[in-house]
Structure formats: C-alpha cells, structure tokens
C-alpha cells in the first residue's frame, strides 16, 4: 500500500482542486475569476501525475513481489537461513521508506479532504478585524464624477476613497448604496465591510464604512445599505476614516457567489 501513496496524495488534490472549479465556483471564495482557467489545468495535471504514479506503483509493488504473495530478497545473500537478517546489513527492502514515514505524509491528505468534504468559507468578520485599519496610499485630489440618478451603486472600498480624498465632495448630497457583510466595533457601533482581493485571499485588504441610523445585524450578515454620507473630520485626516453613512434602509441577502471586491 505504501508504493501508492504519493499517487493518492497527487489524485485527492487533483480532485479538489477540480471539484471548487468545475462544478460550482467555490474556487471564488479563494482566488480571483480570471485564475480559474489555470486551476482547472493544474487540477488535471495533477489527477493525471496520480493516475500515473498509481500506475508506476503497480508496477514497482509487481517486480516487488514473487507472485506468490511474497517479498523478493534477491539472491539470499542478506539472509542467514534461518529467515533473519543478519545483524548490520543494510535494509533487506532497498527503496522503501522506514514505516513511520508514510503515515506521517498521509496528514498531506487532509487539506485535500477539507476541499472535497468541506471547503473553508470566505474570508469574513475575523479576518477584516485582524486588519490593521490601514487606508490606501493616495493623497486629497479629484475623482470622476459620479453617475446620474440617485441611488449609485458603489463599492464599499470606492465609497471610503472618496469620503476621505475627494477634494470635490462627489459624495455631498447623493444617495449610495453598497454591499458589505457586518463587523462590529466598540458600544453599538457596526460597520458595512468588505475585503478587496488582488490576486487571492492572501492579500486581502479591507475597506469599511460606520452606519449610523439603523440597529446592527448580526455579525457577518450580508446586507445592502442605501444612505447618505456624513462628513467627519478633514479630509485625508485620521478623523475622517473610516467614513459615515447615515443608512435609509438596511436589508439582508444572501452571501454573493463572489465575496471580495476588486481594485
């Protein structure tokens, strides 16, 4: 059994990796969109190299054995007819790891099994309050104009840029409206939040918006807020971060099948 455990390792991540990116978009609580053409690619190479190296181990634990059930020992020469090994020589078995190995590499499997059985959610409340509130690197100047018609969609991380940089005001008197799942801060104090992905989860990066106005769902819902902004402090100052949104109406949705923002 030992000859196939790599061929299994290769073949349960294989298939993992295949099961969030073919048949559903699991993959998007992870990564961006655009890498799903490559995780399938990578997921199918690596379920080949399975089906190969379980091909190979066939094989090897054939030449292994005698036919009959039995391991070969070559010529005898590591025998001293009585069935043991004499003392010192070298491993009867050459090419097979002590027995204490593969069992130790069979926990590689677990992060495999997790994708298949269970996959890990997306990034949520635990991980923006992690963050260090930390705002882009960009300086007080003008944004585009704002779209026509009240209420314009924005991303919460949109939103947080212009509350707290636009010289312009864009936000003053506008009705917005965003969606975010719910962290909390100090007292009654709750935020709509959102994390912006570049690449994958690992750089995440959050943007969060006070709401005031309206009772705090429970931590990590999903809601969509429409509002008006409340301007605090200068701008680019650390009075005016995180920005207020004074909120008209707060409901509750489903989690989207894509959670993170994009620059």
Known sequence: MRWYGPAVLLTLVGAAVLRITLFGELYLRYVQAGLRPWLVISGVLLTGLGVAAGALARVRGDEYDDGEGHACHGDGDGDDGDGRSREGDADPHPGQLPGHRPRLAWLLALP?????????????S???????????????????????????????????????????????????????????????????????????????????????????????????????????????????????LAADTVVRIAQPKDPYEKP
Request: aromatic content about 8%.
């Open 112 to 124: 495999a099994l997790a994708l298949l059985l269970y996959p890990p959610p997306a990034l949520g």
């Open 126 to 244: 635990y991980s923006a309050g992690r963050e260090a509130a930390a705002r882009a690197a960009q300086g007080v100047g003008t944004f585009p104009a704002l779209p026509a018609g009240d209420p314009v969609g924005l991303t919460v991380a949109a939103f947080s840029s212009r509350a707290v940089y636009d010289s312009g005001r864009s936000l003053t008197g506008r009705t917005v409206r965003m969606t975010g799942f719910v962290t909390r801060g100090k007292g009654q104090v709750w935020y709509l939040t959102r994390l912006l992905v570049t690449c994958c989860a690992a750089d995440a990066t959050t943007s969060k918006v006070e709401i005031r106005g309206a009772g705090a769902p429970a931590v990590d819902t999903w809601v969509t807020v429409t509002g008006t902004w409340l301007p605090e402090g200068e701008l680019g100052s650390d009075e005016a971060w995180p920005p207020v």
